[in-house]
């Protein structure tokens, strides 16, 4: 069979099938709506990230590990085990796969991955920050508590305050020689003990403080405190107890 | 005009508009470029007949994404690269395309813009040494080497057709060409006990 044969031989074997109906050419249509299928999956897969890193900005501060930085390096030390790994992890799994996603764009594996890479963290960062600010998670949580939150309402409850042996966050209800009584976003009563550490003078009653220490039973044995600002606290407890003010 | 002297990208506009019997004309025109694409990267011959076969059945199912803003040659090759990555699958051999490669991941600095070759003594003497070479170069390094040297194509249409960072394309090519020299070092020492 020479050259000319052989190439009649595939075109005329597949033209034949197409005549046959054995295979069919896709309509355009199908590749419109894959692509828009595509691009809908990626959005959602990018909302998605948003929101997984938002929660987990939320769910620090209501923790109040948020603030440990500024303990100095006892607090730094602290952070590492207080942080929420899982949606740490959950975050970065699903930022891989979002890249490897995007990479079906010219735009996108045109270039060399590191730069969109960095660009979807970036993106995640920024919007995930925007949105921590905002009043969403608060009252996605206030929604959990009282059982009005299905599917996600477990995310919440779980995760949305997580409970911390050696980090506690609330506001002060009464102040004591060695020691203050506090209020967590759980609203536990705790008592905070100093004897390694000193209260300061600026600790007063309705300041919004984090305080690191060993907790057993409602006694936390302090070794440091430090006073938040309290417009990150109220917007918080705000959300958590009872229904925006305004 | 007739349909023959059309550019491929009318013909597979006319074939998307319902005149299929013209898709013969762009397999007559592509058949012995992909046969010989298809016969460097993979080994066996039989992958070969087959993998052409499929290459052609798959662009005309596929036919009506092919945008004719784009260069037919192109989405074509872009097929054909599918169609040898699912071959190498199927014969389960490892390393054409590695899950993680810092080549893709980190920029690269490139020497020159990864034009077609204009300089026929260039891409023949190129073709030569490649034609001794080929069989003995990673994979990885394979694919780009022969669609630049061999195949004509600019690095901008390489990264279209593996989608790959431009300057990874380049930075393939220039390790290819080094493994190559490598290559003939080595073959001119086994030949003469010393390199030239």
Not at chain 1, 144 to 149: D, F, N, T
């Given at each position: 069979?020479?050259?000319?044969?052989?190439?009649?031989?595939?075109?005329?074997?597949?033209?034949?099938?197409?005549?046959?109906?054995?295979?069919?050419?896709?309509?355009?249509?199908?590749?419109?709506?894959?692509?828009?299928?595509?691009?809908?999956?990626?959005?959602?897969?990018?909302?998605?990230?948003?929101y997984i890193a938002s929660f987990a900005i939320f769910s620090l501060r209501a923790s109040g590990a948020w603030f440990l930085p500024?303990?100095?390096?006892?607090?730094?030390?602290?952070?590492?085990?207080?942080?929420?790994?899982?949606?740490?992890?959950?975050?970065?799994?699903?930022?891989?796969?979002?890249?490897l996603f995007a990479e079906k764009f010219s735009f996108i594996y045109k270039k060399p991955m590191m730069y969109s890479l960095a660009g979807i963290i970036l993106i995640v960062i920024i919007a995930s920050f925007i949105l921590?600010?905002?009043?969403?998670?608060?009252?996605?949580?206030?929604?959990?508590?009282?059982?009005?939150?299905?599917?996600?309402?477990?995310?919440?409850?779980?995760y949305g305050i997580p409970k911390s042996q050696n980090i506690h966050h609330g506001f002060v209800l009464e102040v004591q020689e060695n020691a203050v009584v506090m209020e967590n976003l759980r609203g536990e009563k705790l008592k905070i003990i100093f004897d390694n550490a000193s209260i300061g003078d600026d600790i007063s009653i309705g300041d919004a403080v984090v305080v690191i220490g060993q907790r057993n039973a409602s006694v936390v044995s302090a070794t440091a405190i430090i006073k938040i600002d309290k417009d990150d606290f109220f917007l918080l407890k705000r959300g958590l107890t009872k229904p925006p003010l305004r | 005009m007739n349909e023959f002297d059309k550019k491929d990208e009318e013909i597979a506009y006319l074939v998307q508009s319902g005149q299929i019997e013209l898709f013969s004309i762009l397999v007559n025109r592509y058949e012995v470029k992909m046969t010989s694409y298809a016969r460097r990267m993979l080994y066996n011959a039989e992958d070969v007949k087959d993998v052409v076969q499929d290459i052609f059945t798959k662009a005309f199912v596929y036919m009506n994404s092919f945008d004719k803003k784009r260069k037919f040659s192109s989405w074509l090759y872009r097929i054909a690269h599918n169609e040898i990555i699912n071959a190498y699958k199927k014969n389960k051999r490892k390393g054409f395309l590695p899950l993680f490669d810092l080549d893709v991941f980190l920029p690269h600095h490139l020497n020159n813009d990864g034009d077609k070759i204009s300089n026929d003594l260039e891409q023949k003497e190129m073709q030569e040494i490649i034609s001794k070479c080929l069989n003995r170069i990673q994979d990885k390094y394979k694919e780009p080497l022969a669609l630049y040297y061999l195949e004509g194509f600019s690095y901008k249409e390489i990264a279209d057709i593996m989608?790959?960072?431009?300057?990874?394309?380049?930075?393939?090519?220039?390790?290819?060409?080094?493994?190559?020299?490598?290559?003939?070092?080595?073959?001119?020492?086994?030949?003469?006990?010393?390199?030239?």
């Open positions: 069979m020479d050259t000319q044969d052989k190439q009649n031989s595939i075109s005329e074997k597949i033209l034949a099938k197409a005549r046959e109906g054995q295979i069919k050419m896709k309509p355009r249509a199908y590749f419109i709506f894959k692509t828009a299928l595509f691009v809908l999956g990626i959005l959602v897969l990018l909302l998605s990230i948003i500024r303990f100095g390096f006892l607090g730094i030390r602290n952070l590492f085990g207080a942080l929420p790994w899982l949606l740490i992890l959950l975050s970065a799994v699903l930022i891989v796969m979002l890249e921590s600010n905002t009043p969403l998670h608060t009252k996605l949580f206030d929604r959990a508590k009282e059982g009005r939150l299905p599917l996600i309402g477990a995310l919440y409850s779980k | 989608h790959l960072p431009v300057s990874t394309v380049g930075i393939r090519i220039k390790r290819s060409k080094e493994i190559m020299k490598h290559i003939l070092e080595k073959q001119e020492y086994n030949n003469h006990g010393h390199p030239r």
